[in-house]
């Protein structure tokens, strides 16, 4: 085998990382990044098999990566290669933090619509998660 348990260990922090970093990114484009919205961060890690013991250290290295980025294609670049299921997770997630205060500015739509393409999600399934997530949280 060529690579060692630790290897593949960091090969997963790494997209973790991203991931976290592109979550963080929504929960702070309306300027408000709220501790609901870091829980829904975490547990979405969580789903994605985080290792609970590494969570503070991803979420710290997260908003480190989040702060030095140009743009978002630095965190989609791998998301786009997970498997749907694991793409709708995100999506779902990114949903759950936009709407986590009620409501959905034209800063964090617009974000949503930029993320369909680049991660190749159809437009009727990104509308699909959107209404669910919405009434979950009314």
Known sequence: MFFNKEK???????YLIKIAALL????KIDEKYTNKE?????KTLLDLDANHNELETLISKAKQKEENANQI???TKEIKNLEEINKIKIIKALWRIIYSNKDADIYETNLMRRLAGLLYI???TMGDIKEQIKKENL
Request: net charge negative; charged share 35%.
């Open 8 to 14: 593949k260990n960091e090969s997963t922090n790494s």
């Open 24 to 27: 963080i990114h929504a929960a």
């Open 38 to 42: 870091e829980e829904i961060i975490k």
């Open 73 to 75: 294609l630095d965190f």
């Open 122 to 124: 159809d437009s009727k």
